[in-house]
Every structure is written in C-alpha cells, then in structure tokens.
Nanobody
Framework: QVQLVESGGGVVQPGGSLRLSCVASGTIFSSNSMGWYRQAPGKQREFVASITYGGSTNYADSVKGRFTISRDNAKNTVYLQMNSLNFEDTAVYYC??????????WGQGTQVTVSL
C-alpha cells in the first residue's frame, strides 16, 4: 500500500523553479505536521521545510526566502515551491509526517537536478 507519492522533480538550470507535490494517505496526513526532506548523493537525509495542519511553516536556513511549503488538507497534498534553485539543491526530495510516530514508509521521492 503506497502511502506517500512525490512528484514534480526534474532538471532545471540555476536560478530556475520547480513545484513539488506529495500526496499522502489519510493516516499520515490527517492533522499532522508534514515536512519535505532531501537527500543528496553521499549525504544523509536532511530537513527542508515543514507545515502544521493550520499552516504554520518552518524552513531550513539554506532554503529560507527561496522555498515555500503549502498544503491542501482536502486533497491530502503538500507542496514545495522552489525558486532560485542552485547546485546545492540537487537531491532526491521526500515528504513525510514530521512526527516520527506518525510517519509512513518513505516513498520513492522525486529527483531534483540543478544543472547548466
């Protein structure tokens, strides 16, 4: 049973934009805070951004002012608008609940590649 499905990744030039989407099962999405995470080659998965059920947001310092997280509670979907992308943003992006006890199995993720 697929619980998390990320999409929207691709190849973009530096300075470009992408919008990621993640559809989560109801048991994960529910009233939980949701987050985006990323894992670059050879590195550990890291936090990117999170959003509470009510819409309060939090961002990693590296993406503040460039990324915007949002959610549509009626669609069990969380989004990540990424602007001003740079090489360091290249990674596989995942979504999941913020609270460990609420998380489902990590999905396939969506690849974001920033390249000339």
């Amino acid at each position: 049973q697929v619980q998390l499905v990320e999409s929207g990744g691709g190849v973009v030039q530096p300075g470009g934009s992408l919008r990621l989407s993640c559809v989560a099962s109801g048991t994960i999405f529910s009233s939980n805070s949701m987050g985006w995470y990323r894992q670059a080659p050879g590195k550990q998965r890291e936090f990117v951004a999170s959003i509470t059920y009510g819409g309060s947001t939090n961002y990693a310092d590296s993406v503040k002012g460039r990324f915007t997280i949002s959610r549509d509670n009626a669609k069990n979907t969380v989004y990540l608008q990424m602007n001003s992308l740079n090489f360091e943003d290249t990674a596989v992006y995942y979504c999941n609940a913020v609270a460990i006890w609420a998380r489902g199995s990590w999905g396939q993720g969506t690849q974001v590649t920033v390249s000339l």
